[in-house]
């Protein structure tokens, strides 16, 4: 009796354990293919407008192009083997200030990637000509974000990101 009573617990401990890993397994596999499922957001067009429609007014943004420079900055702690500068125009259309600022957009609404994919880190030059700067209500500005790359690339992706990284478009732009 004794003998039965532990195989039959053992016995139902190996299958609790069996079926808990199946479940596992399949509870993971589920979360898994959800959670790596390619969202299509909306294409950004070279040279085109993009328009953007918020509760706070209206914007839009156009991708001038990348292009590179010989340029390096001596200060550095890297030594990228391409550097670039992504060209972009942004036109406040009705953005009201906020905080008493008007819209202006900057690194932190693009994620940058090269053929490979990697992310790539802002580069601490400028272009004196295309600076960022706060927009009023009707005005415009072109500006240039540097970026340096670790291998040579021939094409970027820009992912367009507003506020707390909510992906809004995306280009992929070759190299000048």
């Known amino acids: ?6 195989m039959l617990l053992l016995l139902g401990l190996v ?16 979360r898994d293919s959800t959670d790596t499922e390619v969202k299509e957001l909306p294409k950004m ?3 085109e407008p993009f328009r953007v429609t918020t509760v706070n007014g209206d914007y839009s ?7 590179t420079t010989r340029e390096r900055n001596a200060n550095s702690k890297t030594d990228p083997k391409q ?6 125009t942004y036109e406040n259309s009705s953005y009201e200030k906020r905080n008493n600022i008007d ?3 900057a690194q932190g ?3 940058v990637t090269d053929d490979e994919g990697n992310v790539l880190e802002t580069y601490n030059i400028k272009d004196p000509n295309r600076m960022i700067q706060e927009t009023p209500i009707g005005g415009s500005c072109s500006a240039s974000i540097a970026y340096g790359l670790e291998k040579e690339s021939k094409n970027l992706t820009i992912t367009f990101v507003r506020g707390k990284g909510r992906e809004v478009a995306q280009i992929t732009i070759p190299i000048e």
């Not at 199946?22 to 589920?30: K, P, V």
């Not at 550097?83 to 972009?88: E, G, P, Q, R």
């Open 1 to 6: 009796m004794k003998k039965n009573c532990i």
């Open 45 to 47: 067009v070279l040279n």
């Open 83 to 88: 550097v670039l500068f992504l060209d972009f």
């Open 109 to 111: 609404d693009f994620v």
């Open 15 to 30: 299958v609790s354990i069996l079926t808990g890993c199946g479940l596992e397994e399949y509870f993971n596999s589920q």
């Open 61 to 67: 943004v156009t991708i001038n192009g990348a292009r």
């Open 103 to 105: 819209f202006f957009l």
